[in-house]
């Protein structure tokens, strides 16, 4: 039988891993748009210096968002490090 406790865990570990890809997504375009403004990637990017730093500020106050995030699920979900 499965327990409210089991679903809550799972729960947590399944947003947490969003999260998770959500930051990954976001940095990926940061390091993306760096590259085409050093000439080194073909598609996308930004289009000056000043539109990549606002990138990288935008990419800083996610991951925070969702690191705080994940805390939170897992306390939620009661999740134990192993």
């Known amino acids: 039988?499965?327990?409210?406790?089991?679903?809550k865990s799972t729960i947590a570990v399944s947003i947490a891993a969003?999260?998770?890809?959500?930051?990954a997504l976001i940095w990926k375009d940061v390091i993306i748009g760096a590259m085409k403004l050093g000439g080194f990637w073909q598609d996308?990017?930004?289009?000056d210096t000043n539109a990549l730093i606002i990138g990288i500020i935008i990419a800083i106050i996610i991951t925070i968002v969702a690191v705080l995030g994940i805390l939170f699920i897992t306390k939620w979900g009661g999740v134990e490090k192993k």
């Not at 039988?1 to 679903?7: A, D, L, P």
């Open 18 to 23: 969003a999260f998770g890809f959500i930051i």
């Open 44 to 47: 996308g990017g930004f289009a």
């Open 1 to 7: 039988m499965v327990t409210i406790k089991e679903v």
